[in-house]
Every structure is written in C-alpha cells, then in structure tokens.
C-alpha cells in the first residue's frame, strides 16, 4: 500500500523559511517522478514544483520558481520542498503526489499524478 506523509508544515511569519519533507512508502521511490502542489481555502489545488525521477530535472511554476526548490533523496525515499521568502498569499495545505506514468514528464496536472499525500498546512502570518 502506496503512502506518501507530508510533514514539516506550520506558522510562520512573513520573510520565513520552510522545508517541507514528503517520506514515501509501498513503493519504489526511484521510479517516480514526484510534484508538490498547494491548494488555499475556496480554490483549486495549484501546481508548485516536480522533480524527475532521478532528481536531476526539475520544473516549477513561474510565479514561484525564485522562491521554491524541490529535491530529493532517493535513498530516504523523501521529496523535499524549501519555501524562502514567504508571504502570505503561500498560506495553504501542501501536497506531494507521485507519477510513474511513462506519458507524463515533470507533469504539473493533478489529475496526472497516481498518488497523493493528506497534505500539510502552512501558515504565513504578515
């Protein structure tokens, strides 16, 4: 059985800094591309970042991509993501989702991705 647990999400003021880690299990961590994404209260879950498989590619969203890093390490079998500079407007639960779809590189639609953590919120008071 496929996990994914999110963890190191909470409140933070303006101008912070988080890691938030993903630690998956029931699966073979190397053979998935992984992807954060995020999803505030009233709106629709929001791409951020994805990683390849080897943890060399990575792709972000533009209007987040000075600010946020994805990374891996395949031998824990954890996706990371370092959020600097925070803002309010981060404010939101964060997801991981993993694909093995051989269709889908880097994808940044949920729908294309095969499995999904309960998520962690984050918090970013002004």
């Known amino acids: 059985q496929v996990q994914l647990v999110e963890s190191g999400g909470g409140l933070v003021q303006a101008g912070g800094s988080l890691r938030l880690s993903c630690a998956a299990s029931g699966l073979i961590f190397g053979d998935y591309g992984m992807g954060w994404f995020r999803q505030a209260p009233g709106q629709e879950r929001e791409f951020v970042a994805s990683i390849g498989r080897g943890g060399g590619n990575t792709y972000y969203a533009d209007s987040l991509k000075s600010r946020f890093t994805i990374s891996r390490d395949n031998a824990k079998n954890t996706v990371y993501l370092q959020i600097d500079s925070m803002k309010p407007e981060d404010t939101a639960v964060y997801y991981c989702?993993?694909?093995?779809?051989?269709?889908?590189?880097?994808?940044?639609?949920?729908?294309?991705?095969?499995?999904w953590g309960q998520g962690t919120q984050v918090t970013v008071s002004s």
């Open positions: 989702a993993a694909v093995n779809d051989p269709r889908y590189y880097l994808p940044t639609i949920p729908a294309q991705y095969e499995y």
